[in-house]
């Protein structure tokens, strides 16, 4: 009960979809910064450490960081910028509100430094390199002049020499710091196009190893383990596939008066009408040559003639051919059923002596045995 409750608040909170739960869960985290800023704020004004009214101006304008940017997430509007995150908002946000606490506190402005740097390492999670050098010296600037200021009308509280130094110290420190955050953006960056290569890479190998290169279709060695995993369910379900072995008729004589290229475009004409009459199940492979094999789970014979029988008419029709009429090919076939446990070799022994009967039938038919 008390696990249902918890999802449900942090459904309510965060939403279903992950990555704007992420952006959300780390919005929550610099909320609760500027809520802890603001009760210190508070804290200070009450005990005379701060004027009452500049801290409470101050606390007015946090509001917008606990509230303004979770609302604009958790409603989706986020969605419509290039960076869903807001990144660069927040931190701007969140520097413009150090250089506001840097006037209001003199006695901790020190320290403020130290966040505002703290605050420019984020840019390393998202930020492009070149953003986050805009934003450390956007920090340099916008601080230089809050020094600036300070120290022309309140020298009394804001010593010129140490605000000098102060500046010197952002000068310095934070372009560094946020060049060092372009840096591991840069490499983050890096790291995400490698990985992207190498996912494209892998898809690239696999698809070499299980698919032939011309059609398409499954591979004679990937199809060999397909139907091992095949033959284990249909012994577990009590089922039972069908094999069919489909060699095209006359394909030497296209080869011969038209050339291997147009062979080729034959074969890939066929195996797309083949693939477009099968069922998601079933399962095309290119055995070899002009050989295919079609393997058909939880079919009776009677049902794969059918379905054979479809793909003869598509193939007799002109528009099926299109520029490759004067090639048009019929095809035979021999037709068995897989019987339980037993090996594959001898179920394809038993369609390939069907497939030869077909052939020597006059061919353009499928024979089962």
Known sequence: MQLTFNHQVSD??????????????????AAGVYLLAALGQGWVAAHGLAQPLQAHALILFLAPGLLGFYLLIRSGWNLRFADPALTMPQMVF???????AYVINPPVR???????????????????????????WFAVIVLGLV???????????????????????????LPVISMLAGDLSAMRSRLKVQKAEL??????????????????????????????????????SGSQPCLCLVDIDHFKRVNDQHGHAAGDEVLRLFA??????????????????EEFLFMLPDTRPDEARAGFERLRRVLSRDEAWGDLLHMRVSF??????????EPLRDALVRADHALYQAKASGRDRLVEK
Request: hydrophobic share 50%.
């Open 110 to 136: 020190g320290m403020l430094l130290m966040l505002v740097a703290l605050v420019l390492m984020f840019a390393a999670f998202t930020l492009s390199p070149k953003a986050s050098r805009l934003l450390g």
């Open 332 to 341: 035979s076939a021999g037709l068995t059923g897989w019987r339980p446990g």
């Open 272 to 289: 797309r009408h083949a693939s477009a009459s099968m069922r998601e199940t079933d399962v095309l492979a290119r055995w070899g040559g």
């Open 199 to 236: 996912q494209e890479a892998l898809a690239r190998i696999h698809r070499l190893a299980t698919r032939d290169d011309l059609t398409g279709l499954v591979n004679r060695r990937h199809m060999e383990e397909l139907a091992t995993l095949e033959q284990r369910r249909a012994m577990r």
């Open 147 to 173: 020094m600036l200021a300070s120290a022309s009308l309140a020298p009394q509280t804001f010593d010129p020499t140490v605000e000098s130094i102060h500046f010197v110290f952002a000068a310095v420190v």
């Open 94 to 100: 969140a520097i413009v509100a150090m250089a506001a």
């Open 12 to 29: 309510w909170l965060l939403g279903t979809d992950e990555r704007q739960r992420i952006r959300l869960r780390r919005t929550l985290v």
